[in-house]
């Protein structure tokens, strides 16, 4: 299984650049603003291609015997 990341990089003149790993469709951008949306004012989303994928669904079977 492929960890989820959120990679965070701070340039010299204070700007923050999040990017997401192993995130598909709208989850990334879930992702981001539910852990940095009350630090930070996100101005701008720039999607990826993998942005426009859909999102893995995960499915559990259970058998009750």
């Known amino acids: 299984m492929n960890d ?4 965070v990089t ?4 204070a700007q923050i650049f999040l990017e ?4 598909k ?3 990334c951008v879930e992702a981001i603003k539910e852990l940095f ?6 101005e701008n ?3 990826t ?8 669904e995960l499915k559990i079977e259970v058998n009750l015997k």
Do not use: C, P, V
């Not at 997401?20 to 995130?23: L, V």
């Not at 949306?37 to 996100?42: A, G, H, N, V, W």
């Open 4 to 7: 989820k990341k959120i990679n």
């Open 37 to 42: 949306e009350q630090f930070l004012e996100i």
């Open 25 to 27: 469709g709208e989850s």
């Open 20 to 23: 997401t790993d192993n995130f």
């Open 45 to 47: 989303f720039e999607h």
């Open 10 to 13: 701070i340039s010299k003149d």
């Open 49 to 56: 291609s993998e942005f426009y994928e859909k999102d893995e």
